[in-house]
T-cell receptor, first 114, second 114 residues
Framework: DAMVIQNPRYQVTQFGKPVTLSCSQT?????MYWYQQKSSQAPKLLFH???????NEADTPDNFQSRRPNTSFCFLDIRSPGLGDAAMYLC?????????????FGPGTRLTVL | AQSVTQLGSHVSVSEGALVLLRCNYS??????LFWYVQYPNQGLQLLLK??????LVKGINGFEAEFKKSETSFHLTKPSAHMSDAAEYFC????????????FGTGTRLLVSP
């Protein structure tokens, strides 16, 4: 089945130790998104890739970076995680041409910062 | 800019009772509207979407929603709640013109009691 896959599902890191979260998709969608979701809150968009074009949200901290080496993969890098970065990180994809299309989400990576 | 309001952060029903989760939207142009469900430690799963076709939209797991332009509403209903419906539900809106970000409501937690 076509899907959005996130690895790992659970990630524990130490304060200040860089961490990378991975997302892959078999949907061949041209847009990939990274969201941060804290407990009992809606997902908050960090950035997205529209094809190869990177689009950062204005309020996304510089501590968060992303890479999309090809259509299928996208990575979220947190350079120096703080305690406040502990959250669920969701990857999503969509196919956008003339009309908006549905976003499909992966299962998420739960990040714990010690 | 578009937005959604979900009335009630928590809704409690008994098993077998009607489920009604409320969502009102604000949009200056015809919107696309979505309901997503999120189970604990999972990503968001699409329940249903409205994309300007039929105003009554049927989704998975017995859920449906009706788009009412006059009331700017897109409420989610299910005739008979199951214990497995207990989850967080998010209403979201985007526009039907090319790439647009998804704007989420704050979410409603559905509690189902035996």
């Amino acid at each position: 089945d076509a899907m959005v896959i996130q690895n790992p599902r659970y990630q524990v890191t130490q304060f200040g130790k860089p961490v990378t979260l991975s997302c892959s998709q078999t949907l061949n969608h041209n847009v990939m998104y990274w969201y941060q979701q804290k407990s009992s809150q809606a997902p908050k968009l960090l950035f997205h890739y529209y094809d190869k074009d990177f689009n950062n949200e204005a309020d996304t901290p510089d501590n968060f970076q992303s890479r999309r080496p090809n259509t299928s993969f996208c990575f979220l890098d947190i350079r120096s995680p703080g305690l406040g970065d502990a959250a669920m990180y969701l990857c999503a994809t969509s196919r956008v041409d003339r009309e908006a299309d549905t976003q499909y989400f992966g299962p998420g990576t739960r990040l714990t910062v010690l | 800019a578009q937005s959604v309001t979900q009335l009630g952060s928590h809704v409690s029903v008994s098993e077998g009772a009607l489920v009604l989760l409320r969502c009102n939207y604000s949009s200056s142009v015809p919107p696309y509207l979505f309901w997503y469900v999120q189970y604990p430690n999972q990503g968001l799963q699409l329940l249903l979407k409205y994309t300007s076709a039929a105003t009554l939209v049927k989704g998975i797991n017995g859920f449906e929603a009706e788009f009412k332009k006059s009331e700017t509403s897109f409420h989610l209903t299910k005739p008979s709640a199951h214990m497995s419906d207990a989850a967080e539900y998010f209403c979201a809106v985007t526009l039907n013109t090319g790439f647009q970000k998804l704007v989420f409501g704050t979410g409603t937690r559905l509690l189902v009691s035996p």
